[in-house]
DNA sequence: TACCTTCCTGACACTCCGTCAGATCCGGAG
DNA sequence: CTCCGGATCTGACGGAGTGTCAGGAAGGTA
């Protein structure tokens, strides 16, 4: 990523002036709006220098490649995970515990509505292996994953005579709120409402969870 | 797909002599091991070639480009989309049921662990927007998901009080079931069997089936 | 051997990548 | 206002890989 802490510097390792930020900022601008046109496959240095009205090479200054450009913005969107561990911790049984998971899946399809096109990309290229994605992705879902393993490990009154692996189950929950946050829309033409994905992923959240 | 139907043509339009469907397998094999080693994205047509011994420009001769050859490497391996759904008809109700769900879940894991990299690759290019990846996905997946939605419903009696949305379920059931086995290896370093596995998804989607 | 079909290849034009030396820009010192 | 020096950008290029084509090799048949 070159993306971290605070200062920013160029692939030379200096630091940008302001007007080299402007710059980068819309490069990285640029790449976020093509990437809801193509896929990160099909989308070309010379197209982001094009619509930013720069050369490919100033490109270069800033990015390693059009994945480092891309890794930079997935870390931007994971690192505005929204407010999903504030409602992980606390009671989860009955009623209250239920609208803690509606909670929880509806933050999940806001935050994948916003940054449907990166996270995408975050998710497929961790799963090709880039260790780069990985890292961007494990930092944003573990505090998610060891939260519900924690929460199904609590309420269940750590007895494993259920035969469920808390962080098994944790993953498969985490599974089910990305994939029904990332389906939204095809989902929806066959008549699933966005309420319908809150309740229904909700629902196997908080039964999980409780046992 | 360039393997639809029984009789192989080439690029042109031709059927397939003895010799050339050799070659043509060949292609597919090297494909086939080489992507266990690196991403499509790594994937260059020199190195299948190189792979057989033959030229970069046979390749071409049985396939369009590299996508082509995976897709058709996606399409057999869809095919072999285990007995899963036989176990889905039948009565989902006690034991029996959560057995039935077993089944389901050890199936998928074993399919999986079998196409890991074709499978991958398959899921990835089709959530990127392929049409010809999500149509082979959606051939393979699509009678587990009506069947699974089907089942919700109907062991529901119908009661849609319960505010989850029958497509959305099976849809989520279909998430983890595709998700762990997916990630198998990666569960396994943090002490996840692959009877945790199994148990842990069949209990959810055997609970999320019956209400 | 001569021939014909099937299959494969060398060679090429093209696209895009990533780098570098040098041009351009711009604010501040004089 | 003019000039200077660092900050920023660019044109031009060597390289890797793609995809195509005309023609060459291989193998069967008579």
Redesign the interface.
Known sequence: MSDEGEVILDQTGRVLGPRAQTTRQRLLDATTGLLDEK???DLRVADIARQVGTSPAAFYQYFKDVEDAVLCLAGQASNEMPSILEHLDGDWRGEAGLERARRIASAFIDHWDQHRAVL??R??AS????ARFQAVRSEAMQPVLMGLAAQVKRNRGDKPA????P???A???A??L???A??RRE?ER????RD??V???A??VH??VTG
């Open positions: 896929s990160l496959r995408r990309i998710n497929t799963d090709e292996g880039d259920t035969g469920e692996h962080l098994a189950a993953a498969g929950l599974a089910i990305e994939r029904l990332a389906y989902l066959f008549g699933v409402t319908d994905l309740e229904t992923s629902r196997i039964r999980t």
